[in-house]
């Protein structure tokens, strides 16, 4: 008899893989509950869905997948006690996230004027995501200054310094941590009251990561006593439900989907497929989960001053988010599950491209048409 798997109805490029090999159901997050779960082998979810005793007691679910980085939603404890499998999608959406770090950094330049190569960002959490942050920004001819204390610890500690030292130097700090409550390094409001009083450079602030990783209302009073200068935020404290105050304070204010590209989702789907495929013992080809081409995909840059900020901006441009959500905060779910397809800079072509901007624009991941 053949496997029964629920999947999240919102996973997209998934729809007909599984089916040849498993009985497939598809269900909204706020449907997968333990009565639909109960007959259920397996289950590939994202974020919503809270996978834990009080979900999986009493089923015969052996596989829990996420399509997400972030697996702070599975109580893998638990999971591990039942002889439930396990398993995340590390890395899926990294290049994602740095496509909305370096889009908002461009439109946070363009608002004040500065040169981003007279900048310092200090990047909390050099994983997956923040190691791409890192490449873009040093890219961007940033000063950059890395925080990670459990890579401190294994690697070249020169490499990393503290996170007073972030505080104290840094004119940007955008965090890419995990959500941990314990351990030796919990992240759960790493950014207090007391960091941001020891702030010195008057920061802007960026997070996305998990919006608990933020303590969103010293956040917000850091900001209106003048020690933050501006917020951009994809994440936030009681999502779908955060603070309107600190969301229409914020200049960019997204409903977390900076790693909703349509490549980073495709990773993840693979990756699903790819781990769904080992438990039940077979082999299935991931290769023909690809996302659409782009309406535009090919840009012109002829008489374009600056090349770089208009292909990424063409590309994605996080102020339509913005857009959205401050005018319309109640549909922060709606626009995160019904979110518009965005490509990465891979799936464009830049044409009339500067001779001089050719081997930099490319090195962003561009196709260049000579």
């Not at 503290?162 to 992240?187: K, M, N, Q, V, W």
Request: aromatic share 8%; charged share 20%.
């Amino acid at each position: 008899m053949k496997q029964r798997i629920i999947i999240d109805d919102k996973i997209p490029f998934i729809r007909g893989v599984l089916e040849p090999y498993a009985d497939v159901r598809y269900l909204p997050a706020p449907a997968i509950d333990p009565a639909s779960v109960r007959d259920a082998d397996m289950l590939i979810v994202r974020t919503r869905t809270r996978c834990d005793a009080s979900l999986l007691d009493g089923s015969r679910c052996r596989f829990v997948g996420t399509a997400t980085i972030g697996y702070d939603h599975i109580d893998t404890a638990y999971c591990c006690r039942q002889g439930i499998v396990w398993c995340n999608a590390p890395g899926c959406n990294a290049a994602s996230v740095a496509q909305y770090i370096t889009a908002s950094l461009l439109r946070h330049a363009e608002k004040t004027g500065c040169d981003l190569r007279d900048r310092c960002i200090g990047i909390v959490g050099v994983g997956h995501v923040g190691r791409q942050v890192e490449a873009h920004c040093r890219r961007l001819g940033m000063h950059v200054l890395l925080n990670d204390p459990p890579r401190a610890e294994v690697e070249d500690a020169t490499a990393f310094v503290s996170l007073d030292t972030i505080a104290r130097e840094c004119d940007y700090i955008t965090f890419h941590t995990p959500l941990t409550r314990d351990g030796a390094y919990p992240s759960y409001h790493l950014a207090d009251e007391h960091f941001f009083s020891s702030l010195c450079r008057c920061p802007v602030i960026l997070n996305a990561a998990r919006g608990e990783v933020v303590d969103n209302a010293a956040l917000e009073t850091a900001y209106d006593a003048g020690r933050v200068s501006d917020m951009i935020l994809d994440c936030w404290e009681n999502e779908p439900a955060p603070s309107q105050a600190l969301l229409q304070k914020a200049f960019i204010a997204t409903p977390h989907i900076a790693g909703y590209s349509a490549d980073g989702k495709a990773n993840a789907t693979r990756m699903m497929v790819a781990a769904t495929a080992r438990h039940l013992g077979i082999e299935i080809d991931t290769s023909t989960i690809q996302p659409p081409v782009p309406p535009v995909a090919c840009l012109d840059m002829q008489g374009i001053a600056h090349p770089l900020a208009k292909a990424v901006w063409a590309a994605y441009d996080p102020l339509d988010d913005t857009h959205d959500l401050k005018n319309a905060p109640a549909a922060f779910e709606s626009l995160r599950g019904h979110y518009r397809l965005r490509r990465e800079f891979g799936a464009y072509t830049l044409t009339h491209v500067p001779e001089n901007e050719v081997f930099y624009l490319s090195s962003w991941g561009f196709a260049i048409l000579k």
